[in-house]
Nanobody, 116 residues
Framework: VQLQAFGGGLVQAGGSLRLSCAASGRTFSSYAMGWFRQADGKEREFVAAIRRSGGSTYYADSVKGRFTISRDNSKNTVYLQMNSLKPEDTAVYYC??????????WGQGTQVTVSS
């Protein structure tokens, strides 16, 4: 599945952004979807994931209560609503699709910068 993430930008601390990831190709609803991020000089880290039906969601402790992942299978799109943003949320954010037991397909990333 091909993925394209967008919606990043520059925001002040305490602000909000919504990222979107549009999928094309094979059946979107067959995939669990996730968001990851990578800050400069750091390893890529898990942010959030959502099951195929959207019934279950998972979050990194660092974003729990501030970020919300959702999906619209009719639009082949997964979202990441980010509220109460902090400077430490600054990173390139990637969406990914889980094929089998691995994150097999990745989008190109979108930059999120949170100023203090």
């Amino acid at each position: 599945v091909q993925l394209q993430a967008f919606g990043g930008g520059l925001v002040q601390a305490g602000g909000s952004l919504r990222l979107s990831c549009a999928a094309s190709g094979r059946t979107f609803s067959s995939y669990a979807m996730g968001w990851f991020r990578q800050a400069d000089g750091k390893e890529r880290e898990f942010v959030a994931a959502i099951r195929r039906s959207g019934g279950s969601t998972y979050y990194a402790d660092s974003v729990k209560g501030r970020f919300t992942i959702s999906r619209d299978n009719s639009k082949n799109t997964v979202y990441l609503q980010m509220n109460s943003l902090k400077p430490e949320d600054t990173a390139v954010y990637y969406c990914a699709a889980e094929g089998g037991s691995t994150w097999s397909d990745w989008g190109q990333g979108t930059q999120v910068t949170v100023s203090s």
